[in-house]
Every structure is written in structure tokens, then in C-alpha cells.
């Protein structure tokens, strides 16, 4: 089976960073991604790592430890935007299987 | 380039009708994917196709949801007769292996609403 689990909610003032933890165990492991959300809308792409490391894309930057089954999703200078749920999710085969989301806040 | 596309947007039908619901998958995507979401269950894979065939049903609810994928630019979930915890966001994704990851693309969704 699959388990993953993230912070229900987190709040951040604008221009700060955040950091959205994750972690899983899982049957099989091909790769992790991270969605953003906004309400009332689709799942869209952020990140995806399948190695050890960190991941830098602009202001969004992912981190992967496989042996700690441990993942996290920065985000820096975060803007008013930003708010939305965001996702961690778990690739075994074919299968994406989704926590169940982080909500972040951005006050002014 | 167009993303994945569905229709309808919203749907509000009555208890016992027949929903049908469309997808149309990214040009030169193989693989496509029929999710469910609600706030009690997050979201949940219904089936997965790859290269227009049935691979795993095993999310699909129960008999009253059927799936179908006729070519690889179209696919339709189908619920009947619709019951009231029917009710939530459907999504279609899709993905290419020549994608990073396999990367899943989302549709804006179809918000299902039966009364």
C-alpha cells in the first residue's frame, strides 16, 4: 500500500519562504512530484525528482532523500499567488498516488 | 499547444441519470488517466489506458461507472445510474514516456453534482 503524509495547512507572510515536508513509504518507487492547486482548479506540475538531491526551478526548488522516504517543496520569495494547495505524490509503476495536500496561506 | 481537455465543465444531473463525461488527452500522449477528487478521499485513481487499452479498473467504484477509450484522442467515464456520492471533481490526465517522469498532465475538470 501507499502512505503519504504532509502538513495540513501552513501560513507564510508574502516575501517569505516556506517549506512543505512529505514524507511516504511506499510499495515501489519510480519518482516524486509536486502539484500546485488553486481552488477550484487542476493539478499543475511543479517538480519531479527521482534521485537524491535537490531540484532548483526559479523560485521552487524540491529536495529528495529515497533512503529517509523523505521529500520536501521550498518556496522562496513567495508572492500572494502562491497560495494554493500543494500536492505530494508518489510514482510506483505506472500509479501516481496523491497526499492529501498542503494548503498554504500568503498574508501581505 | 492545447492541454487536455474536458467537457463539461459542471454537471448537475438527478439521482438515477446517466452522466457522461469526455476527455480528449494531449496530442501524442499514450497513456491517459481518470481520477476522482473530494475532500474526504483526496484524489483517487479511477483507470488508467495506455495506448487506448483498459490496463487497471481496479479504482472504479462499482459496476454503475464504465470507461472507455475508442482512439487515442478520446476517451468518456460513465456513470449509471447516478447516485448523490457521486458527487465530486472528475480529472483526466495524461502522459507521454517521452515525458520526464512520465510527467501526468491534468484537464481543468468536470464538477459532478447529483441531486
Known amino acids: 500500500g501507499q502512505n503519504i503524509d504532509q502538513p495540513t495547512e501552513m501560513t507564510a507572510t508574502e516575501g517569505a519562504i516556506v517549506q512543505i515536508n512529505c514524507t511516504y513509504q511506499t510499495s515501489g518507487f519510480n519518482g516524486l512530484f509536486w502539484y500546485q492547486q488553486h481552488a477550484g482548479e487542476a493539478p499543475t506540475f511543479l517538480s519531479y525528482?527521482?534521485?537524491?538531491g535537490l531540484e532548483e526551478k526559479g523560485r521552487f526548488s524540491s529536495f529528495l532523500s529515497r533512503s529517509k522516504g523523505y521529500s520536501y517543496l521550498l518556496l522562496k520569495e513567495l508572492q500572494m499567488k502562491d497560495s494554493a494547495s500543494y500536492l505530494c505524490?508518489?510514482?510506483?509503476?505506472?500509479?501516481?498516488?496523491f497526499g492529501a495536500g498542503t494548503t498554504v496561506t500568503v498574508r501581505a | 499547444d492545447a492541454g487536455v481537455i474536458q467537457s463539461p465543465r459542471h454537471e448537475v444531473t438527478e439521482m438515477g441519470q446517466e452522466v457522461t463525461l469526455r476527455c480528449k488527452p494531449i496530442?501524442?500522449?499514450?497513456?491517459l488517466f481518470w481520477y476522482r477528487q473530494t475532500m474526504m478521499r483526496g484524489l483517487e485513481l479511477l483507470i488508467y489506458f495506455n495506448n487506448n487499452v483498459p490496463i487497471d479498473d481496479s479504482g472504479m467504484p462499482e459496476d454503475r461507472f464504465s470507461a472507455k477509450m475508442p482512439n487515442a484522442s478520446f476517451s468518456t467515464l460513465k456513470i449509471q445510474p447516478s447516485e448523490p456520492r457521486d458527487s465530486a471533481v472528475y480529472f483526466c490526465?495524461?502522459?507521454?514516456?517521452?515525458?520526464?517522469?512520465?510527467?501526468?498532465?491534468f484537464g481543468p475538470g468536470t464538477r459532478l453534482t447529483v441531486l
Open positions: 525528482n527521482v534521485l537524491d
Open positions: 505524490a508518489v510514482r510506483a509503476g505506472y500509479k501516481l498516488s
Open positions: 496530442s501524442g500522449h499514450n497513456s
Open positions: 490526465a495524461s502522459s507521454s514516456a517521452d515525458a520526464e517522469g512520465d510527467t501526468q498532465y
